[in-house]
């Protein structure tokens, strides 16, 4: 927004978009958003945005500053908590969003010092525990949740199918095997 000249900036950017699309043959376009938060939804909504969702959600509601390693469980129940606080805001349908992992030591310096020293970009915690069974619970809460939604449509954002440098991936490997996509199969019956 800052480089849209704020709110009434970024309001018209998203109007620009509808009426290009419309001009190159688009009767109407869903313009989704990712976002953080029940405010941030709102403000979304007053924009011109369709849809929100989430990119991932990795913390926990007990995450300490600079934690260096957060249990899956403490991760699902931020999920929940997330979900519902966007999921109430008013007139802006959300997609609630399934987080698979979060590890970003793949893009560390060998030698970087762990925990780390920094914390931010792209340093930060790792998520333990991450088992398939758990995703799986994960995926069957985010069904829930949609089933109460008021909108028609209902979407479930997954992430992530190969995410390997931020450890959110649903592509088989060696250590799980096809244990993720077989418990995303299970969680969807």
């Known amino acids: 927004m800052d480089q849209l000249d704020g709110e009434k900036g970024a309001g018209r950017a998203v109007e620009r978009m509808r009426r290009r699309a419309q001009t190159n043959g688009k009767k109407d376009i869903c313009l989704g958003i990712f976002t953080w938060s029940a405010a941030q939804a709102a403000l979304a909504k007053t924009l011109g945005f369709d849809r929100a969702t989430t990119y991932k959600v990795t913390g926990g509601p007990n995450q300490a500053r600079a934690q260096a390693l957060v249990d899956y469980r403490d991760v699902m129940a931020k999920h929940v908590e997330t979900w519902r606080a966007i999921g109430d ?96 199969k299970r969680a969807l019956r």
């Open 89 to 184: 805001v008013e007139g802006m349908p959300y997609w609630p969003v399934v987080t698979r992992g979060w590890d970003v030591t793949a893009r560390n310096h060998p030698y970087e010092a762990w925990p780390p020293v920094r914390w931010g970009w792209p340093w930060g915690h790792v998520v333990v525990g991450n088992t398939p069974e758990r995703f799986g619970e994960l995926v069957h809460a985010a069904r829930q949740f949609m089933a109460g939604q008021k909108q028609e449509e209902r979407v479930m954002v997954i992430n992530a199918w190969n995410e390997w440098t931020e450890g959110s991936v649903m592509l088989p490997t060696k250590d799980e095997g096809y244990g993720a996509l077989k418990a995303l």
